[in-house]
């Protein structure tokens, strides 16, 4: 980021899905690059699943700094397979997961933090809008998407990347 540039690919391919999108759901929004990309180019609404609350400190700071609060609602848990609880591993870190030793993520340090699914955070919600879904949940991907109960009605869901960058939001870090 401080060359003005972070995962480019992933950046062109939001920028190119928020065009019309009605709500981007940020899961493992992290500091919320994304969520702060969103916000900035103007979806009407971000939904963020974070369970680190050191990340959640710098995303809430950019909101307040770009006066983007009434526009975002933060979930302050891990997404996976079901609800509950359980472990991150790595919590000391800003990078951790739900699974000891993921990208070198140290299995000696953990916390127990909230555990949330898709399904709990979205259904009955945002009926006939069109929704941008980002999942970056450290190795835990694909158990909190097959927690999904019904299909998306119909709904597209596809992935991509492309090259892009994006400039004028106010980083609070």
Partial sequence: MMRG???ADETGWLTRELAQAD???DAGAHIGYFSAIALHRGTPAVVAIEPQARNLECFRATVRANEWSDRVEVHQAALGSRS????LFGASDNRASLIPGFAGVSPRTSQ?????T????????????????????EGASTSCCRARRRPSRGRR???GSSRS????IIPAI
């Fill in 165 to 168: 960058a994006s400039r004028g």
């Fill in 84 to 87: 509950g609880a359980a472990p």
């Fill in 23 to 25: 709500v981007f759901v």
């Fill in 118 to 137: 898709l399904d709990a955070v979205l259904t009955g919600r945002f009926i006939g809008q069109r929704l941008v879904i980002k999942v970056d949940v």
């Fill in 112 to 116: 127990t933090v909230p555990l949330t």
């Fill in 157 to 159: 869901v596809r992935g």
């Fill in 5 to 7: 540039t972070f995962a």
